[in-house]
């Protein structure tokens, strides 16, 4: 694994798998009653936060005192970049800090790629999200969720995701997500189908290892996973549709579309969610929808990676050898 | 713990076995034995094998004391990685299963399980993986072979075979259930 995380393209299909495979016997750690490990005992992590974030702060903040790391949270409003701080000099203060690790989230595209490659700190970089352009850990909750789903949690270590067909729904064209989540499940082996209305496709998409629709119900009956994804009003600066009436209409996942799900097929949302836009209560509601164990998931996939980083003196190998 | 640490290899022929697979059955009986004997009927034994070996002698010793008390013996795994002592000196290894029976180790006599006795670093990490898991009445601990040069003050309950050796030596222990036959093997380290 190389030291950062910044892209879900820079995983290796053994990265990937020996990551969900870490995160499997992590969240065997959730059902005890003392939910914490001294592997990072002493390590000091921050999470770096410019943009507003509710579950994946917490989110990493739980798994890394899981992990017994000091964690130093740092959040743009009433701090030093309020004032006009730059990227930099915050840097350069957590470096003269010792800190061990940066979880970063940033409203622009690149700034933890910048903050890895600059030479302003040593430590490890984590992207926690940058503006439209990666949220790995994302990514990996939800191959973890789907692998967990539709394999099973013990029949699905050491397996990646070949052949599932996965399905994402919605605003492509400002998200991070969808965009982390191609690569992946590629890298995994799965076939990628985005659907969206025209204007909310990105340039560019035909270079993605993906397919691209613009009707949903012809790729329902052919998912064994959809992932809806939310309207992103606040990156929104035109009118990419006309109406949300006519938006969740033609793609927002009701109890009928629902059922034209094969039976196994599981519904996935990376939150917030909202209710009658993309997705209707009915859905959201039931069994099928795994919205709430993705947000658990979420911890014992960030605890894995930060182990996987972290836990030693360099970053973990994966093992090449047949065992 | 050093035992994993060299990496596999192919065995070296002056490698010779100290014990063969009858002698390695012979020896979990008599364990088995002094198991019942010690716990006086093991009624609340609790079995940990420590991976990979580890779990696969505890399953065995499992069964013997099944035959000898007719009752179901808790039988689980213990993995150790994330509380070694050397975590800072090599990359993250891959984590191994933890699998504690349903019932638990509260109060109850848990025998760790592992295949050698070396430094007794491995041990005293299962000792503190334990802790956050539960409060057992007593820990006990039964290897197939202990070879000394103990670092910490970590002894063993039940011995399979003490074998004395000297550091430049190797002992390996290959179990049908991981390596397709059951030896322990002494061997010189390579480049010795």
């Given at each position: 694994?190389?030291?950062?995380l910044?892209?879900?393209?820079?995983?290796?299909?053994?990265?990937?798998?020996?990551i969900l495979d870490t995160a499997e016997e992590m969240a065997r750690v959730a059902d005890r009653?003392i939910k914490k490990l001294p592997t990072l005992r002493?390590r000091t992590i921050v999470n770096l936060f410019?943009?507003?974030s509710t579950r994946t702060r917490i989110s990493f903040e739980a798994a890394e005192k899981r992990l017994s790391a000091d964690v130093i949270n740092?959040?743009?409003?009433?701090?030093?970049?309020?004032?006009?701080?730059?990227?930099?000099?915050?840097?350069?203060?957590?470096?003269?800090?010792?800190v061990d690790a940066v979880v970063i989230r940033?409203?622009?595209?690149?700034?933890?790629?910048?903050?890895?490659?600059?030479?302003?700190?040593?430590?490890a970089v984590i992207n926690a999200g940058?503006?439209?352009?990666?949220h790995p850990t994302q990514a990996l909750l939800d191959?973890f969720t789907?692998?967990?789903?539709?394999?099973?949690?013990?029949?699905?270590?050491?397996?990646?995701?070949?052949?599932?067909?996965?399905?994402?729904?919605?605003?492509?064209?400002?998200?991070?997500?969808?965009?982390?989540?191609?690569?992946?499940?590629?890298?995994?082996?799965?076939?990628?189908?985005?659907?969206?209305?025209?204007?909310?496709?990105?340039?560019?998409?035909?270079?993605?290892?993906?397919?691209?629709?613009?009707?949903?119900?012809?790729?329902?009956?052919?998912?064994?996973?959809?992932?809806?994804?939310?309207?992103?009003?606040?990156?929104?600066?035109?009118?990419?549709?006309?109406?949300?009436?006519?938006?969740?209409?033609?793609?927002?996942?009701?109890?009928?579309?629902?059922?034209?799900?094969?039976?196994?097929?599981?519904?996935?949302?990376?939150?917030?969610?909202?209710?009658?836009?993309?997705?209707?209560?009915?859905?959201?509601?039931?069994?099928?929808?795994?919205?709430?164990e993705q947000v658990a998931n979420g911890v014992s996939i960030r605890m894995a990676v930060l182990y996987l980083l972290l836990g030693?003196?360099?970053?973990a190998?994966?093992?090449?050898?047949?065992? | 713990?050093?035992?994993?640490?060299?990496?596999?290899?192919?065995?070296?022929?002056?490698?010779?076995?100290?014990?063969?697979?009858?002698?390695?059955?012979?020896?979990?009986?008599?364990?088995?034995?002094?198991?019942?004997?010690?716990?006086?009927?093991?009624?609340?034994?609790?079995?940990?094998?420590?991976?990979?070996?580890?779990?696969?002698?505890?399953?065995?010793?499992?069964?013997?004391?099944?035959?000898?008390?007719?009752?179901?013996?808790?039988?689980?795994?213990?993995?150790?990685?994330m509380?070694?002592?050397?975590?800072?000196?090599?990359?993250p290894?891959?984590l191994?299963?933890?699998?504690?029976?349903?019932?638990?180790?509260?109060?109850?006599?848990?025998?760790?399980?592992?295949?050698?006795?070396?430094?007794?670093?491995?041990?005293?990490?299962?000792?503190?993986?334990?802790?956050d898991?539960?409060?057992?009445?007593?820990?006990?601990?039964?290897?197939?072979?202990?070879?000394?040069?103990?670092?910490?003050?970590?002894?063993?309950?039940?011995?399979?075979?003490?074998?004395?050796?000297?550091?430049?030596?190797?002992?390996?222990?290959?179990?049908?259930?991981?390596?397709?036959?059951?030896?322990?093997?002494?061997?010189?380290?390579?480049?010795?």
């Open positions: 694994m190389q030291r950062h910044i892209s879900a393209a820079d995983l290796t299909r053994d990265d990937a798998v020996l009653p002493g410019f943009e507003d740092f959040t743009a409003k009433g701090s030093s970049v309020s004032k006009g701080e730059s990227l930099k000099d915050t840097a350069q203060t957590l470096e003269a800090m010792g940033h409203g622009a595209s690149g700034a933890p790629y910048r903050l890895a490659n600059s030479g302003w700190i040593d430590a940058d503006g439209t352009h990666q191959a789907v692998r967990r789903r539709l394999l099973g949690r013990d029949a699905g270590l050491g397996q990646d995701l070949s052949g599932k067909r996965i399905t994402i729904v919605g605003d492509v064209l400002h998200s991070r997500v969808a965009r982390s989540n191609v690569d992946l499940l590629h890298t995994l082996g799965a076939e990628v189908t985005l659907v969206a209305p025209p204007t909310l496709v990105p340039v560019g998409v035909d270079t993605w290892p993906c397919t691209v629709s613009y009707d949903l119900d012809s790729a329902l009956p052919k998912s064994d996973a959809v992932m809806m994804l939310r309207v992103q009003r606040e990156r929104m600066n035109a009118a990419f549709f006309p109406t949300e009436r006519e938006y969740s209409r033609r793609y927002g996942l009701d109890g009928d579309r629902m059922a034209r799900l094969p039976e196994h097929a599981i519904v996935m949302h990376p939150g917030p969610m909202v209710r009658g836009m993309e997705i209707t209560a009915e859905v959201a509601d039931s069994d099928r929808c795994t919205a709430v030693g003196n360099e970053p190998q994966t093992r090449t050898e047949e065992k | 713990m050093d035992k994993h640490d060299t990496p596999a290899r192919p065995q070296a022929s002056d490698a010779r076995p100290v014990l063969e697979g009858p002698d390695i059955a012979r020896v979990l009986t008599r364990i088995a034995h002094e198991i019942v004997e010690r716990a006086k009927g093991a009624d609340d034994v609790v079995l940990l094998g420590i991976p990979t070996r580890g779990v696969f002698l505890a399953q065995r010793l499992a069964a013997k004391l099944e035959q000898i008390t007719d009752r179901t013996i808790p039988v689980g795994s213990l993995d150790i990685t509380y070694r002592d050397d975590l800072r000196m090599h990359p290894r891959a191994a299963r933890t699998d504690i029976p349903g019932d638990g180790i509260d109060g109850r006599l848990v025998v760790l399980v592992d295949d050698v006795l070396f430094s007794g670093r491995t041990i005293r990490a299962a000792l503190d993986a334990l802790n898991i539960g409060r057992p009445r007593a820990v006990q601990l039964a290897v197939l072979v202990d070879r000394g040069h103990r670092e910490l003050p970590i002894r063993a309950d039940y011995v399979g075979k003490n074998l004395p050796t000297s550091l430049r030596e190797t002992v390996k222990v290959q179990l049908a259930e991981e390596d397709g036959r059951d030896t322990v093997l002494l061997g010189a380290k390579a480049g010795q």
